[in-house]
């Protein structure tokens, strides 16, 4: 990204602690008796939050337990429980709404309160017509079942993550938003292969070895073609993953994401070296039995999980920092292996329709298997094989107003990166859970090599407001045609370095970036604050807020500004999008 701002040069802490101590005004007016969300990994406290749902043996919910009923294992050895939270039906007062031109991405401001259930429709991973019994289900949901009170919000996965509604409680609004949605035919989808030679009157001998010939170019064709369809399947889900812990991380409690989709491209553990069917099945000698699908899965298992094995640790690894739990519903409903699908098209001229059959079968069972996985490691539930989709949905649903939320501070302090498992017991008998069994010990502050500015292009790229870092903005017209933005940044969701002195050091950068109609970039400016302050002005900003200025000169044609935030010492972003 270009940086027209400047360097944001402070003279001395007087003339910064005036101005924090000054920040009353009408952000203070509008936006007072905003809650701190308890604190969590995300920030740097190192402390690990799990949420944890207990079903008794007739699969219903259990409430009531306490504290002291729970008992936490990382690694097999037990952690003292800092942090207790158990479900609460109580719902929240909206926020006051704000006045013309100021905008905040606080949390009273994205949803009042209660269990948040994001619905994903993944057209990045399903074929068409998946999509389409998919959205059918969808619908049926929320005519019959949905309750008013609940609040869902609506994205899509396509070649990006993208939101179709926003967080609300009414059914219509829902409705209205899945009627409006088409599916998409996935991209890249598999071309048909070429035609094999026919038999030619010198009986055919000729023809058979060219045909031999071809059908092993089209097969290594067909390969290399998938190979490169499943790295950017990869690539597009992992930015979704961290998308979603961008949007929902900053807002408190427990998130569930029902991801509705025909397959992951990925384990959420890369370094599980288990070998899958599919990757079985590449190494046998005869591959007439496999299908395109089985073998692209098995001979890019391996890649993937080596390939992209850091990009998939730190997406897990936000996911489980921003409290999101993932419900994989399989978009494919029950399936016998006989429906058509697009891999038939090469594959029909080699095989049967039973081996047809059969391969679809094995690659869905291996989808299913990854499915389960990722609930697994996230604390969901996968719903697969079954006609009723909308059933899930269900259970997502409920599961998200009766979590436990535990926290513990690991006695291992080394966060070397590494996979930690985690281990929930109850002191109660006939009871299951559902939680996230470990996480990455991955620390945002030390990470290496992290580009700053790609974290920023992303959040002004999000579709819906990033939560982790949270700010209010001010946007009015200036003299001379230009635009003034006044930022006011939490603290709170900063992070802090300590330096001699007992100083506190901030490094944060704002960007505000000015779009077209049609989504095109017109110009971006920033301003970074790098500062040390003493421990009586770093008090005074965790107290009325970090207040910082910047004026811009929108050029012809803007129609949207984009407003990003960010802690350069660990990543995470906070943004808003205000008309202009």
Same mark, same amino acid.
């Given at each position: 990204?270009?940086?027209?701002?400047?360097?944001?040069?402070?003279?001395?802490?007087?003339?910064?602690?005036?101005?924090?101590?000054?920040?009353?005004?009408?952000?203070?007016?509008?936006?007072?008796?905003?809650?701190?969300?308890?604190?969590?990994?995300?920030?740097?406290?190192?402390?690990?939050?799990?949420?944890?749902?207990?079903?008794?043996?007739?699969?219903?919910?259990?409430?009531?337990?306490?504290?002291?009923?729970?008992?936490?294992?990382?690694?097999?050895?037990?952690?003292?429980?800092?942090?207790?939270?158990?479900?609460?039906?109580?719902?929240?007062?909206?926020?006051?709404?704000?006045?013309?031109?100021?905008?905040?991405?606080?949390?009273?401001?994205?949803?009042?309160?209660?269990?948040?259930?994001?619905?994903?429709?993944?057209?990045?991973?399903?074929?068409?017509?998946?999509?389409?019994?998919?959205?059918?289900?969808?619908?049926?949901?929320?005519?019959?079942?949905?309750?008013?009170?609940?609040?869902?919000?609506?994205?899509?996965?396509?070649?990006?993550?993208?939101?179709?509604?926003?967080?609300?409680?009414?059914?219509?609004?829902?409705?209205?938003?899945?009627?409006?949605?088409?599916?998409?035919?996935?991209?890249?989808?598999?071309?048909?292969?070429?035609?094999?030679?026919?038999?030619?009157?010198?009986?055919?001998?000729?023809?058979?070895?060219?045909?031999?010939?071809?059908?092993?170019?089209?097969?290594?064709?067909?390969?290399?073609?998938?190979?490169?369809?499943?790295?950017?399947?990869?690539?597009?889900?992992?930015?979704?993953?961290?998308?979603?812990?961008?949007?929902?991380?900053?807002?408190?409690?427990?998130?569930?994401?029902?991801?509705?989709?025909?397959?992951?491209?990925?384990?959420?553990?890369?370094?599980?070296?288990?070998?899958?069917?599919?990757?079985?099945?590449?190494?046998?000698?005869?591959?007439?039995?496999?299908?395109?699908?089985?073998?692209?899965?098995?001979?890019?298992?391996?890649?993937?999980?080596?390939?992209?094995?850091?990009?998939?640790?730190?997406?897990?690894?936000?996911?489980?920092?921003?409290?999101?739990?993932?419900?994989?519903?399989?978009?494919?409903?029950?399936?016998?292996?006989?429906?058509?699908?697009?891999?038939?098209?090469?594959?029909?001229?080699?095989?049967?329709?039973?081996?047809?059959?059969?391969?679809?079968?094995?690659?869905?069972?291996?989808?299913?298997?990854?499915?389960?996985?990722?609930?697994?490691?996230?604390?969901?539930?996968?719903?697969?094989?079954?006609?009723?989709?909308?059933?899930?949905?269900?259970?997502?649903?409920?599961?998200?107003?009766?979590?436990?939320?535990?926290?513990?501070?690991?006695?291992?302090?080394?966060?070397?990166?590494?996979?930690?498992?985690?281990?929930?017991?109850?002191?109660?008998?006939?009871?299951?859970?559902?939680?996230?069994?470990? #996480?990455? +010990? %991955?620390?945002? &502050?030390?990470? /290496?090599?992290?580009?700053?500015?790609?974290?920023? $292009?992303?959040?002004?790229? *999000?579709?819906?407001?990033?939560?982790?870092?949270?700010?209010?903005?001010?946007?009015?017209?200036?003299?001379?045609?230009?635009?003034?933005?006044?930022?006011?940044?939490?603290?709170?969701?900063?992070?802090?370095?300590?330096?001699?002195?007992?100083?506190?050091?901030?490094?944060?950068?704002? #960007?505000? +970036? %000015?779009?077209? &109609?049609?989504? /095109?970039?017109?110009?971006?400016?920033?301003?970074? $604050?790098?500062?040390?302050? *003493?421990?009586?002005?770093?008090?005074?900003?965790?107290?009325?807020?970090?207040?910082?200025?910047?004026?811009?000169?929108?050029?012809?044609?803007?129609?949207?500004?984009?407003?990003?935030?960010?802690?350069?010492?660990?990543?995470?972003?906070?943004?808003?999008?205000?008309?202009?």
């Amino acid at each position: 990204m270009r940086k027209t701002g400047l360097l944001w040069r402070w003279t001395g802490l007087a003339a910064i602690a005036a101005i924090m101590i000054t920040a009353g005004g009408w952000f203070q007016a509008t936006l007072s008796g905003s809650e701190v969300p308890v604190p969590t990994i995300r920030v740097s406290t190192h402390l690990v939050v799990v949420d944890v749902v207990v079903i008794d043996k007739q699969g219903k919910l259990v409430r009531g337990l306490k504290q002291d009923d729970f008992a936490v294992q990382e690694k097999g050895k037990s952690q003292k429980i800092a942090f207790f939270s158990s479900p609460s039906t109580e719902q929240k007062q909206p926020a006051p709404d704000l006045p013309p031109g100021i905008y905040s991405n606080k949390p009273e401001y994205r949803s009042p309160g209660g269990p948040l259930v994001v619905l994903l429709l993944d057209a990045a991973n399903t074929p068409f017509k998946d999509q389409a019994y998919a959205r059918q289900q969808m619908l049926k949901f929320v005519e019959e079942q949905y309750k008013p009170g609940q609040r869902m919000a609506i994205f899509t996965l396509t070649n990006g993550l993208s939101i179709l509604q926003d967080f609300t409680t009414d059914p219509s609004v829902l409705l209205a938003a899945l009627q409006k949605y088409q599916p998409v035919s996935q991209e890249m989808a598999n071309a048909a292969a070429p035609r094999v030679p026919s038999t030619s009157s010198d009986g055919g001998k000729g023809a058979q070895l060219a045909a031999a010939g071809m059908v092993e170019r089209m097969r290594e064709f067909q390969n290399i073609q998938l190979a490169y369809v499943q790295d950017r399947r990869v690539e597009t889900t992992t930015a979704a993953m961290r998308g979603l812990a961008r949007i929902l991380g900053g807002m408190p409690g427990r998130k569930s994401v029902v991801w509705v989709t025909a397959a992951f491209p990925f384990s959420l553990i890369p370094e599980d070296r288990s070998i899958s069917e599919a990757e079985m099945a590449e190494s046998l000698p005869t591959i007439r039995q496999l299908g395109l699908g089985t073998r692209a899965a098995g001979s890019m298992a391996g890649i993937e999980r080596t390939a992209h094995a850091q990009e998939i640790r730190e997406a897990s690894a936000q996911l489980s920092s921003a409290q999101i739990a993932i419900y994989p519903i399989d978009a494919r409903g029950l399936m016998s292996g006989m429906e058509a699908t697009s891999d038939d098209l090469p594959s029909r001229q080699f095989n049967s329709i039973s081996e047809n059959a059969s391969v679809r079968m094995s690659d869905a069972v291996s989808d299913r298997e990854t499915m389960r996985e990722i609930a697994r490691e996230t604390g969901g539930l996968a719903y697969v094989n079954q006609n009723e989709i909308k059933e899930g949905v269900m259970v997502a649903m409920a599961d998200a107003g009766a979590s436990y939320t535990l926290g513990y501070y690991p006695e291992d302090k080394k966060w070397d990166g590494k996979y930690r498992a985690i281990k929930v017991k109850l002191n109660r008998d006939g009871l299951d859970t559902r939680y996230r069994r470990g #996480y990455f +010990a %991955i620390d945002p &502050a030390s990470m /290496k090599d992290r580009n700053p500015e790609k974290g920023a $292009v992303e959040a002004l790229q *999000d579709s819906a407001p990033d939560t982790l870092v949270t700010f209010s903005a001010q946007v009015k017209p200036a003299e001379g045609g230009k635009v003034a933005v006044d930022f006011l940044v939490d603290a709170h969701t900063l992070s802090t370095e300590d330096v001699s002195g007992g100083e506190k050091k901030f490094n944060v950068v704002l #960007y505000a +970036a %000015i779009f077209a &109609a049609d989504g /095109k970039m017109l110009g971006n400016q920033s301003m970074k $604050v790098d500062q040390a302050f *003493d421990a009586g002005t770093y008090q005074q900003i965790l107290a009325k807020g970090m207040l910082l200025h910047m004026d811009l000169k929108p050029p012809s044609g803007a129609s949207q500004l984009r407003m990003a935030v960010e802690d350069n010492r660990t990543g995470h972003t906070g943004s808003l999008t205000a008309p202009l």
